[in-house]
C-alpha cells in the first residue's frame, strides 16, 4: 500500500476488433474472417475504461495521467491514436509476430509484463471484447499483477491511497473497495465515451507511441500460438439459419393463435 | 500427465445456489467418468454449508466448503488448494460475472488454459471445450494443454440431474487471511429475477415498443407466463427504457434460450449475434422486410400491442390445461 498516490498513472488497455455493425463472414475454405470489407475499430467496451479514466483525470486536476496499452499487430497504430485523440497523454503498443495466435493466458502474461514496466497506479480495463467475449482478461491480469481486480465497476472514485467502485451485480450493485494499485474494469453503464475533438485529432498526432516487441517484455515462457494452454484445434462453421415462415396477423388474436399453433408444433405447449 | 479431475465452483447467494452450479456439478461427473477421475465441488462464503447440502443431491465426490467470508479471494484460495491436492484438474465455472472473475484468476494464478462460453466438451483424445465465437459465425474447438484448466460454461446449455447417494463434505481450513478487497455493503434495486443468459425462454422488447412501459406490462406478462425472462435490444436500453442487464446482443448478453420471441426489434446484425444460437426464434413485427425475417423460425406481422396480450393469454391456458 502506498500511503499518497497523488498524481495517479493511470493506464488504460485497448484492443482492435472488427466492426461491431458490419455483418461478418467466414471464408468456408479457410476458416478464417473476411477482414475484406470490415474495418477495425476500438473495442466498444474498452471506450468506457478509457472514457472513465479521462473523467477521472479531469477530476484529479493534479497532474495524472492516461496511458493506454495495446497488444495489436503494427497496423493498428490509426487506432491506438484515437484513444489518444480521446484524451490519453501517451500510449504503448506491444507489436510481435512472436505474440500472434496467443490464447487468454498468453495474453495476460505478455500484456502484465508490459504494465508492470509501467508501475500503474490503477489499471482500468473494459469488461470484455466484442470479438473473443470471454471477459476473463480483467481478472487475469489482476492476478498476474497481484493486485485487487475490481470488476464491473459502473462508478470509480479515488482519495486516500484507495479506489472504490459500485460493481455491478445481477439486480444492484455492491460498493468494493481496495488499496492501489489497483485494476478497475468498467461497464457500459459507468459513462457515454466521448467523440474525439479536432483539437485531440490534431494534438494525437503529437503524442508518443512507445513500441515495445515480445524481447522487450522480458519473459521467461514462450508465448503466442506455440505456448497456448488453450490450443485451437478446430473451427467449424454452423449450418446456416434459414429463412422461416412469414405470416399475417389479422388481429391480435389472430396473431396469438398463430405462434400458439407453431408452438405446438415444435411441441412447445 | 493430462487432466483427470473435475473441480466445479459453486456460485450461490446466502447459500440458495445458482443454477449453472448445477449443471456445472453434474457435467462434471460427465467428464470425470469419461476422463477415469473424481469430481469435487468448492464451496465458499457465508451460507456455503446449505449450499452444501444441495449439492449432496448431486453426482459429486467431495464437497469442500468454507464459511469464511472473503469476496473473489476465498473461492479461488480455496479451489487453487483442492485443485492441487487432487492434481490434474479441470475447473468448471458458470459463464457469469462471479464464474468470470474466479475462474479467471484460477487461470493465472496456476499459468492454465482457459476456455470461455463452453457449449460442449470432447473427451475422444484431448479433452477439449466447444464454444461459437463471433457471435456465433464459428464454432472453435480448443484443447487443454498441461495439468489444469478452466472452463467457464454458457448457463442452460449444460442439464442438471440429481442422483443418489450424497458427496462427503470436506472442510476447507481456514486460511487466515484478510480479503484484498472490501465489501462496504450490497444494495438490490430490483427483485432478484431470472437473467436472460439462464431462462429457456427470453421474451425481448426493441425500438418498435415505443418506451419503456410495456417492458414492465405486456413483455413481463408473457416472460411469466412461460416462466421465462425479458431481454431487449440495444435500441430499448441505450433509450432507457430497461437495464442494460436484459440487453441481448453483441454488447450485451449472447443467449441461446429454447425459445426467444423478439418483439418490435429489427434483426439488426448488433441483436442477431446475441441470440441466432437460440433454439426457436419467433418474431412480432409490424415490418414484414424487418431484416428479423430472414433468421426467425416464425414472423408474425401484425400489432405487437394486440398480439402479446392476446399470446400471453393463449399461453397460460395451454400451461393450465397441461398442469
Known amino acids: 500500500m502506498r500511503p499518497e498516490v497523488s498524481p495517479l498513472k493511470i493506464l488504460v488497455t485497448v484492443k482492435l476488433v472488427p466492426d461491431t455493425n458490419a455483418d461478418k463472414r467466414i471464408d468456408p475454405a479457410t476458416k478464417r474472417l473476411v477482414r475484406t470489407g470490415v474495418e477495425t475499430v476500438l473495442n466498444p467496451f474498452d471506450e468506457y475504461a478509457l472514457e472513465a479514466a479521462l473523467q ?38 506491444i507489436s510481435d509476430d512472436a505474440l500472434a495466435g496467443s490464447d487468454l493466458w498468453g495474453t495476460s502474461v505478455a500484456l502484465a509484463a508490459a504494465i508492470k514496466a509501467q508501475n500503474a497506479d490503477l489499471v482500468m480495463t473494459g469488461t470484455q471484447s466484442t470479438d473473443a467475449i470471454s471477459g476473463d482478461l480483467p481478472g487475469m491480469l489482476a492476478e498476474k ?7 464491473y465497476a459502473r462508478s470509480i472514485e479515488v482519495a486516500d491511497g ?16 481496495a488499496p492501489l494499485p489497483a485494476l478497475v474494469s468498467v461497464t457500459k453503464s459507468a459513462n457515454e465515451p466521448r467523440y474525439p475533438s479536432l483539437k485531440g485529432i490534431m494534438g494525437a498526432k503529437k503524442k508518443e507511441i512507445k513500441q515495445l516487441a515480445a524481447a522487450d517484455l522480458g519473459l521467461t515462457v514462450a508465448v503466442g500460438t506455440d505456448g497456448a494452454k488453450a490450443k485451437l484445434i478446430d473451427v467449424a462453421t454452423p449450418p446456416v439459419r434459414g429463412k422461416g415462415r412469414v405470416v399475417n396477423a389479422a388481429d391480435g388474436e389472430d396473431g396469438a393463435r398463430q405462434i400458439v399453433d407453431f408452438l405446438k408444433e415444435r411441441k412447445f405447449l | 500427465m493430462a487432466i483427470q479431475n473435475v473441480i466445479a465452483w459453486i456460485e450461490h447467494k446466502h447459500g440458495a445456489v445458482r443454477r449453472v452450479s448445477l449443471e456445472a456439478a453434474t ?10 477421475g473424481k469430481v469435487h465441488a468448492v464451496v465458499t462464503g457465508p451460507g456455503a454449508a446449505t449450499a452444501a447440502e444441495t449439492l449432496k443431491k448431486y453426482p459429486v465426490d467431495q464437497i469442500h466448503v468454507s464459511e469464511e467470508d472473503r469476496f473473489l479471494d476465498g473461492a479461488v484460495d480455496a479451489l487453487e488448494s483442492v485443485a492441487k491436492s487432487a492434481g490434474n484438474a479441470l475447473v468448471l465455472v458458470g459463464n457469469t460475472m462471479l464464474g468470470r472473475d474466479v475462474g479467471s484468476r484460477f487461470a493465472a494464478r496456476l ?3 482457459i476456455n470461455a462460453d463452453v457449449v460442449d466438451f470432447k473427451t475422444d483424445g484431448a479433452l477439449a471445450a466447444v464454444m461459437p465465437k463471433l457471435g456465433g459465425l464459428v464454432i472453435t474447438t480448443c484443447a487443454f494443454e498441461g495439468d489444469y484448466g478452466v472452463g467457464a460454461i454458457r448457463p442452460n446449455v449444460f442439464s442438471a440431474k440429481e442422483t443418489s447417494g450424497a458427496g462427503e463434505i470436506v472442510q476447507i481450513p481456514s486460511t487466515g487471511k484478510a480479503s484484498s478487497i472490501t465489501v462496504e455493503d450490497e444494495v438490490e434495486e430490483a427483485a432478484a429475477e431470472l437473467g436472460v443468459e439462464e431462462a429457456s425462454v427470453v421474451v425481448s422488447g426493441g425500438r418498435g415498443l415505443g418506451g419503456p412501459e410495456p417492458f414492465t406490462t405486456i413483455l413481463k406478462d408473457l416472460a411469466d407466463a412461460f416462466g421465462g425472462a425479458v431481454g431487449a435490444s440495444r435500441a430499448a436500453v441505450d433509450a432507457g427504457w430497461v437495464a442494460h442487464g436484459h440487453q441481448v446482443g453483441q454488447t450485451g448478453k449472447t443467449v441461446s434460450p429454447a425459445l426467444y420471441i423478439a418483439v418490435g426489434i429489427s434483426g439488426a446484425i448488433q441483436h442477431k449475434v446475441g441470440m441466432r444460437t437460440s433454439e426457436t426464434i419467433v418474431a412480432i413485427n409490424k415490418d414484414a422486410g424487418a431484416p428479423i425475417a430472414d433468421f426467425a423460425d416464425l414472423l408474425v406481422v401484425g400489432d405487437a400491442f394486440a398480439i402479446v396480450p392476446a399470446l400471453t393469454n393463449l399461453v397460460r391456458d395451454a400451461k393450465a390445461a397441461h398442469a
Open chain 2, 27 to 36: 457435467q462434471a461427473r460427465t467428464l470425470a467418468d469419461a476422463l477415469g
Open chain 2, 111 to 113: 499459468d492454465c488454459g
Open chain 1, 162 to 177: 484507495r479506489v472504490r467502485v459500485q460493481r455491478e451485480t445481477d439486480n444492484g450493485y455492491m460498493t468494493i473497495s
Open chain 1, 56 to 93: 477521472l483525470k479531469e477530476k484529479l486536476n493534479d497532474g495524472s495521467t492516461v496511458t493506454v496499452v495495446s497488444m495489436t499487430p503494427a497496423s493498428g497504430k490509426e487506432i491506438v491514436r484515437k484513444a489518444l485523440a480521446m484524451g490519453a497523454d501517451d500510449a504503448v503498443m
Open chain 1, 145 to 151: 499483477l497481484g493486485i485487487p481486480g475490481l470488476t
